[in-house]
Structures are given as C-alpha cells and as structure tokens.
C-alpha cells in the first residue's frame, strides 16, 4: 500500500515560519522524486520543492531563499521547512512520489499566512 501522510500545517502571521513533513512508505521513498506541490483554489496546482533520492533539490522560484526542503531517510520522512511567509504562500500544500512527475499524492494541508 502506497502511503504519503502530511502533517505540519496551520495558520501562521506573515513573516513566520512552518515545516511540513511527509512520511512515506519505504519503497517510495527509496527510489521516487518527493515533491511539494501547493494549490488554491481556482488556480492550477504548482509544483514548489523536489528532492531526488540523491538530494538534489529543486525550487519554484517564487520560493528560492525562503523554502529548503529536506530528507531523512532513517525516518522516511521529507520536510518542507518554510521562512519568511507572505499571505500569496496560502494554499493547500500536497506532498506528492513519482518518477516521471507526481504519480502518488497525500490528502493535503492547508497552510494560511495572515498579513
């Protein structure tokens, strides 16, 4: 059974930060890209963060210097860690595991960045 639990989300002021996690079961987490994705609503989802199974890592632009995103793999476990939030990073945030683009989603976390 293909897993992707997310917890980590909430309301935080602007300028704050949050981290999000995502566990995933053993064979994704070995051998898929994990990615973070965010969506509103209305709009298409967007891809924010990647990291391969080597750790390289890729960013959405209008997150570079303020999101890291992160691996370990004793834990499984990728984080999203987020600094210097504005209002326009509301969104629902999925974790998502594939090879060639996002094949496996989680349920989604809101995140809400109050001015």
């Known amino acids: 059974q293909v897993q992707l639990v997310e917890s980590g989300g909430g309301l935080v002021q602007a300028g704050g930060s949050l981290r999000l996690s995502c566990a995933a079961s053993?064979?994704?987490?070995?051998?898929?890209?994990i990615a973070w994705h965010r969506q509103v609503p209305g709009n298409q989802r967007e891809l924010v963060a990647s990291?391969?199974?080597?750790?390289?890592?890729n960013y959405a632009d209008s997150v570079k210097g303020r999101f890291t995103i992160s691996r370990d793999n004793a834990k499984n476990t990728v984080y999203l860690k987020m600094n210097s939030l504005k209002p326009e990073d509301t969104a629902v945030y999925y974790c998502?595991?594939?090879?060639?683009?996002?094949?496996?989603w989680g349920q989604g976390l809101q995140v809400t960045v109050s001015s």
């Open positions: 990291i391969n199974r080597a750790g390289s890592t």
């Open positions: 053993g064979s994704i987490f070995t051998t898929y890209v």
């Open positions: 998502a595991a594939g090879l060639a683009g996002p094949h496996y």
